[in-house]
């Protein structure tokens, strides 16, 4: 198990290095999209006070955390795999003595972190000198914030595992790939604060695995919990990435019985 | 014995589309397909040390033999046992004894250099370093391959890109290689330093090898064992000498005449003899079942009649006869 999550993160650190052009690309367009997020509720809140509970302040922090680590969690990890089982390449790394579900949550959490350095961070301290962005005040927001951000990353994997499993299956990679975007977009927080929604639409959503990746680590950056209860999300988001998890490496295993590789 | 298959059979369901927009409308509700068999009822049994030539023609279903046999493909029934290993079920326990490589698909990593491939790969495979080291230097010894560990994968000819492909498929030492077409495209001399390798790990290391290859230069260069197989069933399991014989051991006797070829004369020569002849320019070739007549006495009794200035008996190239081989079995 070692080995495979030592392999795994150094080949997706090594990978996410190879394309750092690709890190510029995506630091530039997450920073024109905050910018575009922070001139709407700039405006929102020249008229008023407080939008569905939330000054101006919180808000405007709240959007800007949840957009900026999409650039964190934002996975891949379904268009590479079915990829992979379409170009036959899945034949390859079934023949490394790892487990194919663990090396390529580490292989993507190595991405991540290089996103995390390259990305995120200069990204919301961006935010901080220049759109207002508050950071916490409390000191426990900070580890409970990292904790949450891997649980982001957790969730986004987990879902997007599924959705390259479920592309082999049906052998239409671009459809679910769009339908996984939109979803997260919509559902995470990272686009809309969850809390616009009426109810009982908001209830329904804060049930769906999606707000564990932006909404959460949101508003446990935004301190609107004190700590005791900030704990409860924090829970939510655990058992979300553990189900999606589970869920993944047993799909597979019957993924992998039916498998085909295709290509001769 | 390293590899025991015991009436091991592997089928696929393929699925045909259907024409038009009504088609593809019924394609989307329709579950299943048309079986189509792979490999069927395959017996093999190979011991440590071995180097098995697998032929065949496309299709005939050794890529899926060896995809079963790396562990990457289930079978659909029958046995299969590697080194006491089931390589399906206990995938992650028996790829550790082995290495592979797939002539069609690089198991680099396209976007990184050779060396850090090779680096996660001892990484994986938990490589001690001294022996990492020791087993650079072989592989740059043998294939030439340390100017190339800097580049990218992307940027290697295919012949580099192989070379580097076999040694990454070696770098924990498996006692057993499964060879994929790994020579596929290549130029002679890229094909020499594999062959080379090959022979010399299975001489040295005791490396078991079954590869599998439509060069049948290659075979009789490393393979003292050949499988023909085709539609999934074994036709042929022997020696590069049986499979001559079984393929029919023609020969083939070349007689330069001097002056013009009398032909009542060669008819008369050869009356009673089993052998069909052909004339060209100021040439004679003859061809014969090397068990239903010797050279020697074929060369005696056209001597006897013809002025003959020279001849060469040549083998059958074996590439024809398999070819042949085929088509009879298909017919």
């Known amino acids: 198990m070692i080995p495979t999550l030592r392999t795994g993160l150094a080949l ?35 008229d008023r006070a407080t939008v569905a509970g939330q000054d101006g302040p919180g808000m405007i922090s709240y959007v800007l955390v949840a957009w900026l680590i999409t650039t964190f969690y934002g996975s891949r990890v379904d268009q590479e795999l079915a990829a992979r089982f379409r170009e036959g390449l ?20 190595g991405r991540a972190g290089v996103a995390l350095l390259l990305s995120t961070i200069p990204l919301l301290l961006l935010a901080g000198s220049l759109l207002g962005l508050k950071p916490p005040e409390q000191l426990w927001t900070w ?43 919509v559902f995470s927080g990272s686009l809309i604060p969850l ?36 704990m409860g999300p924090l829970l939510v988001q655990l058992l979300w990435a553990l189900a999606l998890m589970l869920l993944g490496r047993f799909l597979l295993r019957g993924a992998l019985r039916a498998l085909v590789v295709q290509g001769g | 014995m390293l590899i025991e298959a015991h009436q091991l059979r592997r089928t696929f369901s393929s699925f045909e589309r259907r024409q038009g927009l009504s088609g593809a409308v019924r394609d989307l509700f329709r579950t299943g397909g048309q079986e189509r068999v792979a490999v069927e009822g395959l017996d093999l049994r190979v011991r440590p040390g071995e180097v098995v030539g697998f032929i065949g ?31 399906h079920r206990q995938r992650q ?64 000819s295919l012949g580099q890109r192989m070379r580097c492909d076999l040694a990454a498929a070696l ?39 079954l590869l599998t290859t439509h060069d049948l230069a ?22 590069v000498g049986e499979l001559r014989e079984r393929l029919g051991g023609w020969r083939r006797l070349v007689v330069e005449l001097e002056g013009e070829v009398d032909p009542g004369a060669l008819s008369a020569a050869l009356e009673g003899l089993p052998v069909t002849p052909t004339l060209t320019a100021g040439q004679v070739e003859l061809r014969f079942r090397r068990s239903e007549l010797s050279a020697p006495l074929l060369i005696q009794a056209l001597s006897a009649r013809l002025p003959v200035r020279d001849l060469s008996v040549e083998e059958e190239d074996i590439e024809e006869a398999v070819a042949r081989f085929y088509g009879e079995q298909r017919a």
């Open chain 2, 57 to 87: 023609p496309n299709g005939a279903g050794k890529s899926t033999t060896i995809k079963m046999m790396t562990g990457v493909l289930a079978p659909s029934s029958g046995t299969l046992r590697v080194g006491g290993l089931e390589p």
């Open chain 2, 218 to 239: 290659e075979v009789e260069a490393l393979c003292p064992r050949v499988v023909l197989i085709d539609h999934g069933r074994i036709l042929l399991d022997g020696s």
């Open chain 1, 90 to 109: 899945i034949a390859v790394d079934l023949l490394r003595p790892w487990d194919l579900h663990l090396h390529t949550y580490a292989r993507d959490l």
């Open chain 2, 171 to 209: 770098i924990h030492a498996p006692p057993l290689l499964f060879l994929d077409e790994p020579t596929i495209g290549l130029d002679v001399e890229v094909k020499r330093r594999i062959r080379e390798l090959v022979a010399r790990l299975n001489r040295e290391e005791g490396t078991t090898v």
């Open chain 1, 195 to 230: 809390d616009l929604f009426p109810e009982p639409i908001r209830s329904l959503v804060l049930l769906l695995p999606f707000q564990g990746m932006s909404h959460t680590p949101a508003i446990l950056f935004t301190e609107r919990l004190p700590f005791v209860q900030a």
């Open chain 1, 143 to 185: 580890p409970v914030f990292a904790l949450s951000l891997l649980l982001s990353h957790a969730i986004g994997f987990g879902f997007a595992f599924l959705v390259g499993l479920a592309s082999f299956r049906l052998r239409n990679a671009a459809g679910l790939t769009h339908l996984k975007a939109t979803l997260i977009g």
């Open chain 2, 93 to 156: 326990e028996h790829v550790r004894r082995i290495g592979v490589v797939y002539g069609q698909r690089t198991q680099l990593w396209w976007d990184l250099a050779v060396i850090e491939a090779f680096d996660l790969l001892a990484g994986i495979f938990e490589v001690p370093a001294a022996v990492y080291r020791q087993r650079l230097e072989l592989f740059d010894r043998e294939l030439g391959i340390g100017p190339l560990l800097r580049q990218p994968v992307r940027e290697l």
């Open chain 1, 12 to 46: 997706g650190v090594k990978l996410a290095l190879a394309y750092r052009f690709e890190a510029l690309v995506q630091l530039l367009s997450a920073s024109v999209v905050a910018l575009l997020s922070w001139s709407l509720w700039t405006a929102v809140f020249r």
